[in-house]
């Protein structure tokens, strides 16, 4: 017998929330919950072949990954045809899956919002991809979008409330709208038989490697009759490096639903290029700025002591401008902890952090004049020193002769050599 997935029921439970109910037969690979989502805008008048899409995004993966057939009563015709394109793009992103199922509809539906002229909006979390791609479309004025459920769990409202006012820090003084979207979407699959049973086809994890993005976007498809949105921008992050969720680019290429479309932004464009761009932006506009990038903190601050905080610190300082004004408090004492933590091998520092900060070497111009205090050492320090002998699994630091300073290491050494001599001497 063929798997099956089996869309039972959409509905709206209240003006804001709509709930999908399905059935399968690999239910082992769910955890039983009923999917749902909520906006922070009215969508009961939408239609079901609309509403079902933020649930389709997150559950055709599995289905087609158990080769499973799809059965729901009512599709969007552009959606309809975009699940067959996203089946051919499936077969060619390196995750090497192979056949897929079929789809089975009672009804497609033609639907024609939103019509030409219409809005964009853009995955804003407040990081620097995000930052970067409202810098290149700022001239649409986007809808910022942030998703509670994603990076942030539903089981805290409290650093979901700290990151949708520092969004909003940045929303209005630019007099953009924003809207909060909430979803048990990370809560209906079971993870870790997905990521053992798929191992060899998802490196970075199943959510990691196929739901975010993909599911992400799927959560802002009814947008297209709320919002009039005919366009949602999503931020490319490192593709090549296994630090981060990312989304195949080949996959975004293929969503679209109604008369709208999902777009990639930043492809190919390296971190320390948009931290560039978002430089010149900041240059250029007295609006406040303040980047949220920490893994370690989901709330709005940048912890300042993780390798991600320190790297994205440097790398705007490199730019130019001074970090303290953008989230990240940078002093000397800071400089010379990063350095040392550098040395001593305190972070996990793999290769992917080796091509990272050579790319942040690479910007640091020891002819250039910084605003902070040590800055000027720093980089002298960072020009001349062996990026690939910082690799280390940070549970291991290296030894005191590492952890003294390098400029004073010669002075260090000859003092420990006059005291043992001295020593040998009284012997
Ligand atoms: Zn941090």
Known sequence: MANKLVIEDVSTIDNYTCEVNFRSTFDHLFTGNTFWVSYGC???????N???IPALTTLVPVAWAESADIYVSELDRTFYYTLYALQAAWKEVPTKFGPTGDIYFGNLVENHQPEAGSKSALLFSGGVDSHYSYVEHRQEDPLLVTIHGSDISLDSPEEFNQVKNHVEEFATPRGLDQLSIASNHREILEYPLLDHYYRSNVSRGWWATLQYGLGMIGL?????????????????GHQDFELEPAIHPRLIEQLEWANAHAELVGEGITRQDKLEQISEYIRSDDRPIHIRSCFRHHDAQNCMECEKCSRTALGLLFTGVDPCEHGYPLDATTLEDIRRKLIRGVWTFKSVHVGLWRELKAAADPESEYPI??????VEWLSDADIGSFKSDGRSPRTKRDFIPESLYPIAYRARKRVRDIAAQNS
Not at 42 to 48: F, Q
Not at 220 to 236: H, M, R, W
């Open 220 to 236: 802002c498809a009814p947008l297209v009759g709320t919002d009039e949105i005919d366009t949602v921008y999503v931020s490319s």
């Open 50 to 52: 609309i509403l079902v």
């Open 42 to 48: 009215d969508v009961s008048s939408l239609p079901d």
């Open 373 to 378: 205090n040590g800055a000027q050492e720093f």
